[in-house]
């Protein structure tokens, strides 16, 4: 059984990644592609969500650009992470597959409705505002949507701030509509994605398929894995937005747990913070959820099996 998936993003090296992992994984159907500003304007990163749906060979699902800012507030970007373009590194490929020319918005809804209920998961790796907008006019969708797993927030440290990670920065009005609205979410935070690093071996392991889409993943980790060294210190970049993806495909691969969670939207060195509360079990029928662990190995495993696949 396939998991069918709506992919919001704002590519974005990881997004790009995770976009390929969507386009190969025998595990995924990808249903549409809908894009939000955040590591870059809107303009760019669906340009860019564009590229890499060339790259997959995604001719058939369609893309939409959403949001091109936030609920509330201006605007903020990624640049020093994510380059000029959003996704600096590889020479990208013209886009040919049209766009489509609905608000991402209205793409979530359309294929919601359309879909029978509890079939189609949304896998969200940038702002959630789309997401926020779409069941703000549509609430319907709650009830049919199978689960929204989101790339976003920590259970500890952020990144944009000490406390908030970047794509709950970006809108915490949005994400907290979206945590509160009756569906199930589960939330991939900085502390199960901050293990997901791509060390030399894994990316070894990756261009040593020698195929365009291994390539294009190699160049995406060049670039990534400079900024991520030079502005985070890491040695190695983490693929966060690739472990949403992979969860939607494979419930394995996080620890996943049951917690109250809501973003603070208030205070003055903690906006945008996500506040899991794990102090105990939580009540039953609990809908929001929270990935605790990583295995790593099932997501390399898994993006490998889907690039492979591209060929
Ligand atoms: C998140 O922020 C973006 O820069 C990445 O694409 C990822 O979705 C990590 O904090
Ligand atoms: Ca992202």
């Known amino acids: 059984m396939t998991t069918r998936v709506l992919f919001d993003c704002d590519p974005g090296h990881d997004d790009a990644i995770a976009m390929l992992l969507a386009a190969g994984s025998p595990d995924l159907e990808l249903v549409a592609v809908t894009t939000v500003a955040g590591n870059q304007t809107l303009e760019k990163v669906t340009r860019n969500a564009r590229a890499t749906a060339e790259i997959a060979g995604l001719a058939a699902v369609p893309i939409a650009a959403g949001a091109a800012g936030p609920l509330v507030g201006p605007q903020i970007v990624a640049e020093d992470i994510h380059g000029d373009t959003g996704m600096d590194g590889p020479v990208l490929p013209e886009p040919t597959y049209p766009l489509d020319p609905r608000h991402g918005a209205q793409v979530i809804i359309d294929e919601v409705m359309a879909s029978e209920p509890g079939t189609l998961t949304l896998v969200a790796t940038g702002a959630l505002t789309n997401l926020a907008l779409a069941v703000r006019l549509q609430p319907l969708i709650a009830a049919r949507v199978r689960e929204v797993i989101f790339m976003g927030g920590s259970v500890g440290l952020g990144n944009y701030s000490a406390a908030a990670e970047f ?3 970006v809108d915490p009005e949005a994400a907290q509509i979206v945590v509160s609205a009756p569906w199930k979410t589960t939330m991939v935070g900085l502390n199960v994605t901050h293990q997901a690093l791509a060390t030399p071996a ?4 990756i261009t040593g398929l020698g195929t365009a889409p291994a390539r294009f993943v190699g160049e995406l980790l060049e670039f990534f894995g400079q900024t991520y060294r030079d502005v985070q210190g890491f040695d190695d970049p983490p693929i966060h937005d690739a472990v949403a993806m992979a969860l939607a495909a494979d419930p394995l691969v996080c620890g996943v747990q049951p917690a109250p969670l809501s973003i603070e939207l208030h205070g003055e060195h903690t906006r945008g913070m996500t506040v899991a509360d794990l102090r105990g079990p939580a009540a039953p029928g609990c809908r929001r959820h929270v990935a605790m662990t990583l295995d790593a ?5 898994a993006l ?8």
């Open 167 to 169: 794509n709950i920065a």
């Open 202 to 205: 894994v990316r070894q392991r």
């Open 297 to 301: 190995e099932r997501l390399w495993d």
């Open 304 to 311: 490998v099996v889907a690039l492979t696949r591209l060929g």
